[in-house]
């Protein structure tokens, strides 16, 4: 098979496109022949070295496939050669075959194609396990999202909105900001220039915001406590800001609030199928449809893997960069 390989940590440059032996399912596993993947923020991390996979997972990069079933393992009852899919992997998404476990593949939603369809997988499971299975966003309350331009945030905007929350952003240019008033935020805040803090207060009356996802970690730690509502959750899924800092405890017990950090890709296989069940039942339904919509950015062949992390990391993108095998 085709595959993304890198003889050492670094740069976008490390990464070479090459040939690997394939991939075999073993007993409830299954075999895809990929039509895309999506490049997330958690590959760059991988690709310099500091965010490994976890014990048994593919040294591959990607986290995320669309593609078609080529071969079942022992005991897979749920889908069968020629089935059209997406899925959330642990790794080996760079190729054009993968093996992952049943219960992370997903059907392909009504109405997208298999190579959008890629685009779907990782921003789903995570926007819907972190806001709504774990941090219980209900509808009117208050939803912040940071990032609102990226694939999470283009998603978790969409997601929030059609599920009845009041649903802020932050984003740092005009065309993004647009972008995400666009697909369905009530207020865009620039990071730039305004204080997301003040801005959620005074659209909100000083509630505050009841939900706010975070993928900045340190550097907005202190800032996302303040804008917390009584009771307000902060979920934590990435450390772009840093992975230290300071917590006011008294002012987060003040506002009875609480402070999550979960991330997707180190859970049990067994948590990762619940998940990517109840995506398939509450969301899949909202992306067929039409009221969620996959965003993509770009869409590049598998050799112009270095620039589509460039693009990445540059945050040119809106929405997710696919790379096709």
Not at 57 to 82: F, H, K, Q, R, Y
Not at 113 to 142: G, I, K
Not at 156 to 185: H, M, N, P, Y
Request: hydrophobic share 45%; net charge negative.
């Amino acid at each position: 098979m085709r595959a993304v390989t890198q003889s050492s940590p670094g740069g976008p440059e490390t990464l070479v496109v090459t040939e690997l032996p394939d991939p075999v399912p073993g007993p409830g596993e299954v075999l895809i022949e990929v039509a895309a993947t999506a490049v997330n923020r958690a590959d760059l991390l991988q690709r310099q070295g500091f965010y490994p996979p976890p014990p048994g997972a593919s040294d591959v990069i990607g986290l995320e496939c669309s593609g078609t079933v080529a071969a079942v393992g022992e005991g897979v009852t749920a889908w069968a050669v020629g089935d059209q899919v997406c899925a959330l992997l642990a790794g080996g998404g760079y190729a054009s075959l993968v093996v992952v476990p049943e219960g992370q593949v997903m059907p392909v939603p009504e109405g997208v194609d298999l190579v959008t369809a890629a685009a779907l997988p990782e921003v789903a499971c995570t926007v819907w396990s972190n806001v709504f299975m774990v941090a219980a966003l209900r509808p009117d309350e208050v939803f912040l999202v940071h990032g609102g331009a990226g694939g999470i945030g283009t998603f978790a905007i969409q997601l929030a909105s059609r599920l009845g929350a009041r649903v802020f952003t932050t984003a740092g240019s005009e065309d993004k900001l647009a972008r995400c008033r666009e697909l369905g935020a009530e207020v865009a805040i620039s990071y730039r220039d305004q204080d997301f803090v003040e801005v959620v207060r005074e659209a909100t009356d000083g509630h505050g915001a009841d939900v706010v996802l975070d993928n900045m970690g340190a550097k907005y730690l202190g800032r996302n406590v303040d804008v917390l509502a009584t009771e307000g959750r902060l979920v934590i899924i990435g450390m772009q800001g840093g992975s230290k800092a300071e917590l006011n405890i008294g002012q987060l017990l003040s506002k009875r609030g609480a402070v999550i950090a979960t991330t997707l890709r180190a859970r049990p296989t067994e948590g990762k199928a619940r998940i990517c069940a109840s995506v398939v039942e509450h969301v899949w339904p909202l992306v067929a449809d039409g009221s969620i919509e996959p965003v993509v950015s770009a869409v590049l062949p598998l050799d112009d893997v270095a620039e589509a992390h460039r693009l990445i990391e540059g945050g040119d993108n809106v929405g997710k960069v696919l790379l096709t095998p």
